[in-house]
T-cell receptor
Framework: EVQLVESGGGLVKPGGSLRLSCAAS????????MNWVRQAPGKGLEWVSC????????YYADSVKGRFTISRDNTKSSLYLQMNSLRAEDTAVYYC???????????WGQGTLITVSS | EIVLTQSPGTLSLSPGERATLSCRAS???????LAWYQHKPGQAPRLLIH???SRATGIPDRFSGSGSGTDFTLTISRLEPEDFAVYYC??????????FGQGTKLEIK
């Protein structure tokens, strides 16, 4: 059974940093591109970042470019998101999601809540 | 930049009825990369349809997708109580790389 479990969420002050983790199991993690997608309170889904299977290709939404860094450790089947210079508008539930060859997200974690507030 | 506009914003129907949800792209997009998701509060989003019309693994056949170019539709033939949720369309773009519509809330009438 495919499982994605996020961790690392919490309350952080504006300008602060946080590192999210996503532990994957039930599939060969190293074969898949992985993504972070977020949902702000009362809003829709917003794609944040994507990393290819071997970390060669990395992409970010403009809203987080230069502040967030996606990475992965295939030996640990884990995905990460380093979030720096956090803003109130980064407050959201952050999901990790597996990418299919059809450029859709077939498995998602339950999400971890980040609250940026003073 | 591609924008996906979903309509209606909220759809009020009763169990057993047919639901038709629309997703319109601001420019022609590849149907190969058009997906639909179901999202319930406190749960992970669930992939329903990929490639505009192919059901994902384990998705009941009351869910169907259609469309091409700029207009896509998700149809739920006979609503079950568990189908009431928010539905999103999603497209693979260029910048941003993956785009979601703003969602349609399907609520019980």
């Amino acid at each position: 059974e495919v499982q994605l479990v996020e961790s690392g969420g919490g309350l952080v002050k504006p300008g602060g940093s946080l590192r999210l983790s996503c532990a994957a199991s039930g599939f060969t993690f190293s074969r898949y591109s992985m993504n972070w997608v977020r949902q702000a309170p009362g809003k829709g889904l917003e794609w944040v970042s994507c990393i290819s299977s071997g970390s060669m290709y990395i992409y970010y939404a403009d809203s987080v470019k230069g502040r967030f860094t996606i990475s992965r450790d295939n030996t640990k089947s884990s995905l990460y998101l380093q979030m720096n210079s956090l803003r109130a508008e980064d407050t959201a539930v952050y999901y990790c999601a597996r990418l299919t060859a059809m450029e859709s997200f077939d498995y998602w974690g339950q999400g971890t809540l980040i609250t940026v507030s003073s | 930049e591609i924008v996906l506009t979903q309509s209606p914003g909220t759809l009020s129907l009763s169990p057993g009825e047919r639901a038709t949800l629309s997703c319109r792209a601001s420019q022609s997009v590849s149907s190969s990369y058009l997906a639909w998701y179901q999202h319930k509060p406190g749960q992970a989003p669930r992939l329903l349809i990929h490639g505009a019309s192919s059901r994902a693994t384990g998705i009941p056949d009351r869910f169907s997708g259609s469309g091409s170019g700029t207009d896509f539709t998700l149809t739920i033939s006979r609503l079950e109580p568990e189908d009431f949720a928010v539905y999103y369309c999603q497209q693979y773009g260029s910048s941003p790389m993956y785009i979601f519509g703003q969602g349609t809330k399907l609520e019980i009438k």
